[in-house]
């Protein structure tokens, strides 16, 4: 992904020697594995079991000799990994991973707006629902709010929905809510449906404190990344609202119950919530609706200053009783994309409809002003072979193998090199 290869060039950068890590694909390679920023990659196979998971980690940090592991995880490896820290640190090295009761927390939709109430931070009206019979009877009760529907759990064909409920007629809700796989195993959360923008951050967290961090505009596939100024009245409100969440984590353990010496020095990780921001006679309301307890790809945004941001992932290495620097927030405001993803959106897809001239005019423009002034986010001219790779190798063996499959797709994601699957 991006920000693995981001973060990986950006400790290579500070000096630092320089491991990667990926599960295999058959006749796939990673492209990351040819940056020069790595002296080693290890390609493993998808474990099948998390102490067999273990012990291939241990056995590659201790042959590498490896002072700290940096989770770069896929929202289906988030929790692996964070089982597999506990078991590293008491033997290995340090890991930059949040517990794996954190992650459990914070990756779960519904429990992280309950801790969210619970540390006493705004969030919108939820409510968790296990079956149809559960989620019509909410909608019966006419609230005035509206709600959109999200599943607890990943859902790759629900997760772009954006449909309000209640809709116009009974009839209507019930066919759509009864065509979903709403279950004990796999429960559903209505959540209020709150009008303004949307933002996304990225923060890195040691023992607490907040060392880096980056907000920007956001969408549901968000593939233009350009970071809010420093002294914003946004970015400084979501900062202090993500500093209050890592010393609410830190404060309080799992019971709400205020944390004792057991609980340690505080949190450790990376935190990436997404906000809708509401603007009321000049005051900004928050309403966080998400958390993902792993690196965020808003983490390319740090690209001005790599250095500095590896060195506050290196900060857990350092004397915990050090007095704390400033939050490092880059001052940069460039925009960041994909070559591949723009030729596709603002090109290929605008030449089928040519006929409305000026809409194709406008993409090109943007095309153009992005080639020209932004920054391609995988690009770089001392590291230009896993471009290469992703462009000609990855993807193209990717497309070639859903063909032979006959497996259906609805979009990727050329950040994260993920394809969504059709249901």
Same mark, same amino acid.
């Given at each position: ?6 973060? +990986? ?8 020697? &320089?491991?990667?890590?990926? *599960? ?34 241990? @056995? ?76 019509? +009877? ?33 009839? @209507?809700?019930?066919?759509? /809510?009864?065509?979903?796989? /709403? ?9 209020? *449906?709150? @009008? ?30 350009? =970071? ?36 340690? @020095? ?8 997404? *906000? ?33 941001? =590896? ?10 009783? +050090? ?5 490092? /927030? ?68 990717? *497309? ?13 994601? &050329? ?9």
């Amino acid at each position: 992904m991006t920000k693995g290869l981001f973060l +990986a060039r950006a400790f290579y950068l500070a000096g630092h020697k &320089v491991i990667g890590l990926d *599960f295999k694909q058959r006749c796939i390679p990673s492209s990351g594995r040819y940056s020069r920023a790595l002296s080693k990659h290890y390609a493993i196979q998808t474990p099948s079991s998390d102490e067999e998971y273990v012990e291939k980690l241990k @056995e590659i940090i201790q042959e590498e000799k490896i002072d700290l592991w940096v989770c770069v995880s896929g929202v289906a490896t988030t929790m692996k990994d964070a089982k597999a820290k506990r078991k590293i640190e008491s033997e290995t090295c340090k890991v930059f991973q949040l517990e794996p009761e954190i992650c459990g927390i914070l990756d779960d939709k519904h429990r992280f707006i309950e801790k969210t109430k619970e540390i006493r931070l705004m969030a919108p009206a939820t409510k968790l629902v296990k079956s149809h019979d559960e989620a019509l +009877a909410f909608l019966d009760k006419k609230e005035p709010n509206q709600y959109i529907l999200k599943s607890v759990q990943l859902d790759d064909t629900s997760r772009a929905d954006m449909t309000l409920y209640p809709r116009e007629t009974l009839q @209507e809700t019930t066919t759509i /809510i009864s065509g979903l796989r /709403i279950t004990d195993d796999k429960p559903w959360i209505f959540q209020e *449906f709150v @009008e303004g923008k949307e933002y996304c951050t990225h923060a890195v967290v040691v023992r607490g404190r907040v060392k880096a961090f980056v907000v920007c505009p956001s969408s549901e596939l968000l593939m233009h990344y350009r =970071a809010l100024p420093a002294d914003s009245k946004h970015s400084r409100k979501i900062l202090e609202f993500t500093e209050r969440y890592a010393s609410g984590l830190k404060e309080r353990n799992l019971t709400g119950q205020p944390s004792g010496p057991e609980d340690g @020095e505080g949190i450790t990780g990376q935190l990436s919530f997404d *906000f809708i921001v509401k603007e009321i006679n000049g005051k900004l309301q928050l309403y966080p609706i998400e958390c993902n307890p792993r690196t965020h790809t808003a983490v390319v945004l740090f690209n001005t200053d790599a250095q500095r941001l =590896a060195g506050c992932y290196l900060s857990l290495l350092d004397d915990p009783e +050090a007095p704390p620097l400033d939050v490092y /927030i880059p001052d940069s405001t460039s925009g960041f994309y994909w070559i591949g993803h723009d030729i596709v959106t603002l090109l290929f897809l605008p030449l089928l409809n040519i006929s409305d001239f000026s809409s194709f005019y406008h993409n090109l423009k943007e095309l153009i002003e992005h080639v020209l002034h932004w920054k391609e986010a995988t690009f770089e001219v001392w590291d230009p072979v896993p471009f290469l790779i992703l462009y000609h190798v990855y993807w193209p063996r990717l *497309f070639l193998r859903s063909i032979l499959k006959w497996e259906k797709w609805s979009r990727i994601n &050329v950040s994260t090199t993920k394809m969504f699957k059709c249901s």
